[in-house]
């Protein structure tokens, strides 16, 4: 007697889907947090068109206790690097002074980084003259 052949395995290609949230965020509150706070040249004043970025920030960590930022602050290459790493400390102070004393996010979910010159443009926009955020 022939023995059946044996059933052909049906091929499945797997499905490989990006997560919807890092430390609990979803794509929106990620979007908030990747998304630079940009500087006038020579200066480390918020401008008022960014201010509604970080008080979109704050509104995030209010919600997750939880999660630590970081601020990375950065400058253009233009000028002389001790100052230019004097300028990015100064604009992450200025973010997070924004953070905790106006927006009340407490302290200790907050931390600064600063990287001085950064050659990092893309397109036109000032991408050296930002602080970044990032969750941790």
């Known amino acids: 007697?022939?023995?059946?052949e044996p059933p052909v395995p049906e091929i499945v290609e797997p499905t490989?889907?990006?997560?919807?949230?890092?430390?609990g965020l979803g794509k929106e509150e990620m979007a908030?947090?990747?998304?630079?706070?940009f500087f006038d040249t020579d200066s480390a004043e918020v401008i008022y068109e960014q201010k509604s970025k970080v008080s979109?920030?704050?509104?995030?960590l209010l919600g997750h206790p939880d999660i630590k930022?970081?601020?990375?602050g950065s400058a253009s290459e233009i000028g002389q690097s001790q100052y230019n790493l004097e300028l990015a400390y100064k604009?992450?102070?200025?973010?997070?002074?924004?953070?905790?004393?106006?927006?009340?996010v407490p302290n200790n979910q907050v931390s600064?980084?600063?990287v001085g010159e950064m050659r990092a443009n893309i397109g036109n926009?000032?991408?050296?003259?930002?602080?970044?955020?990032?969750i941790r």
């Open 32 to 37: 908030i947090i990747n998304d630079p706070i």
């Open 1 to 4: 007697l022939a023995q059946p």
């Open 112 to 114: 600064i980084f600063t």
């Open 16 to 23: 490989v889907t990006a997560p919807t949230t890092v430390n």
């Open 56 to 60: 979109r920030k704050a509104a995030i």
């Open 91 to 104: 604009r992450a102070i200025e973010v997070q002074t924004l953070l905790v004393v106006v927006n009340q």
């Open 69 to 72: 930022m970081q601020l990375l």
């Open 125 to 134: 926009l000032p991408r050296d003259r930002a602080v970044r955020t990032y």
